[in-house]
T-cell receptor, first 114, second 114 residues
Framework: GAGVSQSPSNKVTEKGKDVELRCDPISGHTALYWYRQRLGQGLEFLIYFQGNSAPDKSGLPSDRFSAERTGESVSTLTIQRTQQEDSAVYLC????????????FGAGTRLSVL | AQTVTQSQPEMSVQEAETVTLSCTYDTSESDYYLFWYKQPPSRQMILVIRQEAYKQQNATENRFSVNFQKAAKSFSLKISDSQLGDAAMYFCAYRETSGSRLTFGEGTQLTVNP
């Protein structure tokens, strides 16, 4: 498809387990973003990739969170030793990276930590 | 740090009527972008309208328009001739011109009554 694709759509895991969330951006988009949306709240920025530059990791809430991106393609957000407070929808967005740099979002992954 | 505030957690409107959603923000920057995104139950964030701060003219997209008051740091969204499909969570968001991340408000849940 032409949009941002995220998988899985839903993920249920046990506390303490590691999880990997995947984002496939729009083809040609050099910039990729991860956000977290807790229940009933707005989106919180987690991390930003732009081309081959060093990622902006300033939004990651702890060292249990990490993300990788290979070139200008797929990105994976990894949460290690999940906690119940990690339960949220994780949204990915991509953009062309230049003005006006509109971000297009995927449908997110709903993570539930039991 | 920039903050975005949406003071109306919930709003309702009758079909075909007009509704205005409020948003205020705080920034020390003079140039930036403001956005309204719509999030239906499918979770995917959809861009409704955007405004560049250097433009004095208010942005309009079909039935959607904004009232941008730069001095007051206010950015409200007006939906005219409301339709059932407009029912969703609406988020106001801010981005610095040279920045990457979006800063979101807490959202306003809009209900459209038939």
């Amino acid at each position: 498809g032409a949009g941002v694709s995220q998988s899985p759509s839903n993920k249920v895991t046990e506390k303490g387990k590691d999880v990997e969330l995947r984002c496939d951006p729009i083809s040609g988009h050099t910039a990729l973003y991860w956000y977290r949306q807790r229940l009933g709240q707005g989106l919180e920025f987690l991390i930003y990739f732009q081309g081959n530059s060093a990622p902006d990791k300033s939004g990651l809430p702890s060292d249990r969170f990490s993300a990788e991106r290979t070139g200008e393609s797929v990105s994976t957000l990894t949460i290690q030793r999940t906690q119940q407070e990690d339960s949220a929808v994780y949204l990915c967005a991509s953009s062309i990276g230049t003005h006006p740099n509109i971000q297009y979002f995927g449908a997110g992954t709903r993570l539930s930590v039991l | 740090a920039q903050t975005v505030t949406q003071s109306q957690p919930e709003m309702s409107v009758q079909e075909a009527e007009t509704v205005t959603l409020s948003c205020t923000y705080d920034t020390s920057e003079s140039d930036y972008y403001l956005f309204w995104y719509k999030q239906p139950p499918s979770r995917q964030m959809i861009l409704v309208i955007r405004q560049e701060a250097y433009k004095q003219q208010n942005a309009t997209e079909n039935r959607f328009s904004v009232n941008f008051q730069k001095a007051a740091k206010s950015f409200s969204l007006k939906i005219s001739d409301s339709q059932l499909g407009d029912a969703a969570m609406y988020f106001c968001a801010y981005r610095e011109t040279s920045g990457s991340r979006l800063t979101f408000g807490e959202g306003t849940q809009l209900t459209v009554n038939p």
